[in-house]
């Protein structure tokens, strides 16, 4: 069977029995995409081939038979939200796309306010990163036909590298270096060090990607808790003592976190970054 084929009959399948709604928070602020620069800038709005990071991210979501609603939260900042609304509003509104305030500080902050823009008769809820334009197919195959026999599916890959916990005060070096005082934080090769504490033993470690998919009323259970600090969904429903399954993610799903993240999000797309007018077109 073509793998096409067999994607489509999957497709049907569970396009039947499962109504899903996508929440993709774009509330963050990028403080680490723009390190070292002398204005800030969201990644979302960075050029992939031709359309931001935000669009790339819905737009995989678009064609899925089992998604019939997708909310993108945006910030919670009066200007901020009209801001963002004016820069990706009419695009996402053709594809279909609900979008909403998201939360003042906090990622499970935005993940709540976008809970109260689920239709009532989605079945389950994904959560996704806005800045994971990658997912291969395959993922969201394996994540939602997971999704249609378990509560909670998360995919994730196994950890390659040792891992250190270390100190959490950072030492700065005592003496100075006088290219710091041209170039600043620009030009310190080292800007300080911490101290190893202990190494972790990586065995049956797995970094957890998204989406994150979740029978609806589950999710909706785990954001009724009290204490919502938390880095992902799947957290919060293993704090309700749920089991969380996990599929087999891809290390091509990348999370655009800082600049050189977005060279390889493009090359793993295929695609250019924005080219510059040639120079009889510029005037």
Known sequence: M????????????????????????????????GEGQEFARSKLD??????????RTVEMFTKRDEVHAIIVAGPCDEVAYAEFKLRHGDKLSILGVTICRGGKTNRYETVAAALGHVPEDCTHIAVHDAARPCTP???LDRVFDAAAQQDA????????ETLKRVSADETIAAEADPV?????DAGKANTGFRTIEETIDRARLMAAQTPQVFKADLLRRA?????????????LVER????????RGDPRNIKITRAADLRVARAILGVRGPQPKAAHKRF
């Open 46 to 55: 960075e050029d992939l081939g031709g359309r931001t990071v935000l669009q």
């Open 153 to 160: 599916v998360v995919p994730a890959i196994e950890v390659d």
């Open 137 to 139: 197919i395959e993922v």
């Open 240 to 247: 309700l003592g749920e089991p969380v399954v996990v599929v």
């Open 2 to 33: 073509r793998e096409g084929a067999g994607r489509e009959r999957r497709n049907r399948r569970y396009s039947c029995t499962m109504k899903v709604a996508v929440i993709i928070p774009a509330a963050g602020f990028s403080r680490r995409f």
């Open 223 to 235: 954001y009724a808790q009290d204490d919502l600090s938390s880095t992902d969904d799947a957290s």
């Open 180 to 184: 710091d005082a041209i170039l600043g």
